[in-house]
T-cell receptor, first 115, second 115 residues
Framework: DAGITQSPRHKVTETGTPVTLRCHQT?????MYWYRQDPGHGLRLIHY???????DKGEVSDGYSVSRSKTEDFLLTLESATSSQTSVYFC??????????????FGEGSWLTVV | AQTVTQSQPEMSVQEAETVTLSCTYD???????LFWYKQPPSRQMILVIR??????QNATENRFSVNFQKAAKSFSLKISDSQLGDAAMYFC????????????FGKGITLSVRP
């Protein structure tokens, strides 16, 4: 199993409060991703990183920000949580974009409920 | 932008029988990767099988095999000798081979296995 740890695994928060989800990897992989999973939508990319301090937006990035100050950690922040951000959040990692390491491995998910 | 379509939301199979899950995708690229992920009730994303577009031979992993039709942009998953533990949601996913490439998912299909 890929060494990916997400924290917290479960969280309930109130509307308008900031929330940070952490993804930690022990694989020294270059690429890291944040996805959200909602019924009827599969997994949708929020943000991703292709190196330290190198990040880019995915298809559902509004209301989210990310930071990657070191290889092993990728943080997802909801500046002011809304009920529409209630979801399961998955972190994923990948060694590279080359032929040799294109498989993406996922963490166990973080359940976030915004009330 | 690439899209992945899984048109069947649910399927059911008798234990020990064979089932095929369908997936189509749309891309203008010639070099890419395709994946099937399994998500059991635990929500863990488990890689089932992957296919490189430049390879003509269909990928196989034990009871799981794919039918990759590049011209038709079709990528179906065949599960042989279905087991109760195969019951899960299955996602088809696409990733281009370029740098900073992202993984795009279909909406998933729920597979149930009848004893």
């Amino acid at each position: 199993d890929a060494g990916i740890t997400q924290s917290p695994r479960h969280k309930v928060t109130e509307t308008g409060t900031p929330v940070t989800l952490r993804c930690h990897q022990t694989e020294n992989h270059r690429y890291m991703y944040w996805y959200r999973q909602d019924p009827g939508h599969g997994l949708r990319l929020i943000h991703y990183s292709y190196g330290v301090k190198d990040t880019d937006k995915g298809e559902v990035s509004d209301g989210y920000s990310v930071s990657r100050s070191k290889t092993e950690d990728f943080l997802l922040t909801l500046e002011s949580a809304t009920s529409s951000q209630t979801s399961v959040y998955f972190c994923a990692i990948s060694e590279s974009g080359s032929r040799s390491g294109n498989t993406i491995y996922f963490g166990e998910g973080s359940w976030l409920t915004v009330v | 932008a690439q899209t992945v379509t899984q048109s069947q939301p649910e399927m059911s199979v008798q234990e020990a029988e064979t089932v095929t899950l369908s997936c189509t995708y749309d891309t203008s690229e010639s070099d890419y990767y395709l994946f099937w992920y399994k998500q059991p009730p635990s929500r863990q994303m488990i890689l089932v099988i992957r296919q490189e577009a430049y390879k003509q031979q269909n990928a196989t992993e034990n009871r799981f095999s794919v039918n990759f039709q590049k011209a038709a942009k079709s990528f179906s998953l065949k599960i042989s000798d279905s087991q109760l533990g195969d019951a899960a949601m299955y996602f088809c996913a696409y990733r281009s081979s370029g740098a900073n490439s992202k993984l795009t998912f279909g909406k998933g299909i729920t597979l149930s296995v009848r004893p």
